[in-house]
Every structure is written in C-alpha cells, then in structure tokens.
C-alpha cells in the first residue's frame, strides 16, 4: 500500500539523520549563526523555487511573527514576495537573476542566506549564494542527497539524504522548525 510505503520512506530518512552527529551538529551550528546574527542586528533571508519557495516563506514568517510563543519579531524575510520586483527582473533580465538582483539592492554583509533548492542545481539559486558570498553574507544551504553546486557555495549545508524531492522538502521543514524554535529559545528564554 503506497501510504505506509511513503511514511516508511519518511521515517527512514529521518533515522539516517538522527544516526548522523555530522549533520546533528550543523543545525545546532546554523541555530547559533541565527541565533547570532540576529543579536547583531542583522537579518536573515531565504530563497527557494516552488515547494521550496514556500518552504522559505513559511520559515521566515516563523522568525518574523512567532513560533511557539509571543516575543519581538526578528527581521527575516523570502526574497519571492515583492511580485512586482520578481516579474520585473524576469521580464527584463532573467529569472536566474532574480534573487541575486535584490540581494544586491538589500543584503548586507553579516546577514544570512538561507537557499533551498532540492537539487542544488537551480540557478537562480546558485546565482544568488554566489551574490551573497560576494557580499560577505553568511551563507547557509538546505538540498538534498549530495548538495548539487550548492556544496562548494554555503558556509553551512544541510543536504538530506534523499532524491525524492517530495521528502527532501518535509525534511527541511522539519529541519526549518527545529532551527526556529532554537533560535527562539535562544534569544528569548522563557520564564519560569
């Protein structure tokens, strides 16, 4: 039955990344990169296509509203929101130049990039961690199984052990909250 076949998958890939202290210790390490840049003052950005695009705004909306509890809002945001801007750049550059036009206009070097792309391929993606790094943001990745191009481009990458774009991305999310809720903890302990 395809149902249980697809949480088995599910919950097979998150096993392989409980086994995995490696990547166990880089989302505790981007939680204080966060954690750190927003107590800096800096922001953190995201960016993605599709799924992935959604993914980046369903994360910053957690930084930028709440999480678990009411605190401050921290200054996040998904690069695809502004619509005007977006079909503007694709219309008159390029679709690949999208994100890394507008970095360029609002990134600031001690900021955070953070990319999705499953593949690691994509390049509007690429181009924008190549912005980034240029910039002197710190750059963090989320792909899947081997990180595509992205490897050579992030400071910080998670690169899910999957090709099954479908997983890959429930496990960013997943990966995405943890990441939020540490953060959240971090600057804003609660009391009592």
Request: hydrophobic fraction near 40%; glycine fraction near 10%; include cysteine.
């Amino acid at each position: 039955m395809r149902v249980v076949e697809v949480i088995k998958e599910s919950i097979g890939i998150r096993e392989k990344i409980l086994g995995d202290k490696d990547l166990l210790q880089e989302i505790r390490d981007i939680a204080q990169v966060c954690s750190e840049t927003f107590c800096e003052g800096n922001k953190v950005l995201f960016c993605g296509n599709g799924g992935s695009a959604a993914d980046a705004q369903h994360l910053a909306a957690e930084f930028s509203g709440r999480f678990y509890y009411d605190r401050p809002p921290l200054p996040s945001e998904a690069l695809h929101v502004n619509t005007s801007f977006l079909t503007a750049v694709a219309n008159d550059y390029s679709f690949n130049e999208v994100y890394a036009r507008l970095l360029a206009g609002t990134g600031d070097e001690g900021d955070v990039l953070i990319a999705l792309s499953t593949s690691g391929r994509s390049k509007n993606i690429i181009k924008a961690l190549q912005k980034a790094n240029e910039l002197g943001m710190i750059t963090i990745g989320f792909t899947g199984s081997g990180g595509g191009e992205m490897n050579a481009l992030c400071d910080y990458l998670i690169a899910v052990p999957s090709e099954d774009t479908p997983r890959i991305q429930e496990i960013h999310i997943m990966i995405g909250h943890i990441i939020c809720e540490m953060v959240e903890s971090n600057l804003f302990p609660k009391q009592g």
